[in-house]
């Protein structure tokens, strides 16, 4: 089998997807890595499956059941998988697939007891890293609200290292709305502040559920209104001479404290 060079037509509109405003035209984006790929594959999401030649001697399985699937694959040159990956070494297999957000009230009418809305995130790394720690605590869903990062940045999918096939996500840029939709299912909104009223320690009553937990942006935090209209505002102890904890670091400890109070029963 001949591989395809990065002239071809299919793989020039693939890595056209590396663009936000190519994946909001076409409704598309690409899972890079065997980690990522695996999960879109579980989800029945791919498209089309481009593999190199190492990556075939890698990931032989991989390709195959992709195959096995009804996927299509396709073995490109060494030249198209580094334009098409975006990492300094790329892995050499890259899945184009349909994205995944889906609409917040399909996520609400699920009854879900935890949810993590990050609010104005911007950082894909952190995005990605708040959704694999949302998918391994069990939430049943993240909402990004408000101005947030495409999750289906390629940056914001490697984060995640396939949790975004795995829990559902949702993205409403009315701030306002969402958190009308949030009380209007009975959910109580927790906003995570340095000067809330509740200490963590003490919030195992809050977070039997259900509950969103509302996380501000990396370099602001959250806006004091939005923190003001929440069900509750908790703080995370600190007792160390930290000023401060970092938006990923934060929403795991709050979302592990949330799961470890609903998983106990």
């Known amino acids: 089998m001949d591989a395809l060079s990065e002239r071809n037509p299919r793989v020039v509109s693939a890595v056209k997807l590396h663009r936000g405003q190519q994946r909001r035209k076409t409704g598309l984006f690409l899972a890079e890595g065997a980690n990522s790929v695996a999960a879109a594959l579980d989800t029945e999401r791919v498209r089309e499956l481009f593999y190199s030649s190492r990556a075939a001697g890698r990931e032989h399985e991989l390709v195959a059941g992709a195959a096995a699937q009804g996927v299509r694959t396709t073995l490109v040159s060494d030249r198209a998988a580094e334009m098409l990956g975006e990492t300094v ?5 890259v899945a184009v697939c349909d994205q995944v ?3 917040l009230g399909g996520i609400l009418a699920k009854s879900p007891r935890m949810l993590a809305v990050p609010v104005g995130i911007a950082d894909p790394g952190n995005a990605g890293t708040l959704i694999r720690v949302a998918d391994a605590v069990g939430a049943d869903g993240v909402v990004l609200a408000g101005d947030s990062v495409d999750p289906h940045n390629g940056k914001c999918v490697r984060a995640c290292a396939g949790s975004l096939f795995h829990v559902p996500v ?3 840029r009315d701030i306002e709305a ?3 939709a949030l009380e209007g299912a009975g959910i109580a909104t927790l906003a995570t502040t340095a000067k809330g ?3 963590l320690d003490d919030a195992d009553e809050l977070l039997r559920g259900p509950v969103a937990w509302l996380f501000g942006n990396e370099a602001h935090g959250l806006d004091p209104a939005i923190a ?3 069900t509750h505002r908790i703080r995370i102890p600190i007792h160390g001479r930290a ?3 970092n938006l990923a670091a934060a929403a795991a400890i709050c979302l592990y404290a949330g ?4 998983h106990r029963g």
């Open 101 to 103: 957000d889906v609409p």
């Open 178 to 180: 969402t958190l009308a």
């Open 89 to 93: 070494t790329p892995p050499g297999l």
């Open 228 to 230: 003001r209209r929440a």
């Open 170 to 172: 949702a993205r409403e």
């Open 197 to 199: 009223e509740v200490d």
């Open 259 to 262: 799961a470890r109070v609903q």
């Open 243 to 245: 000023e401060s904890l």
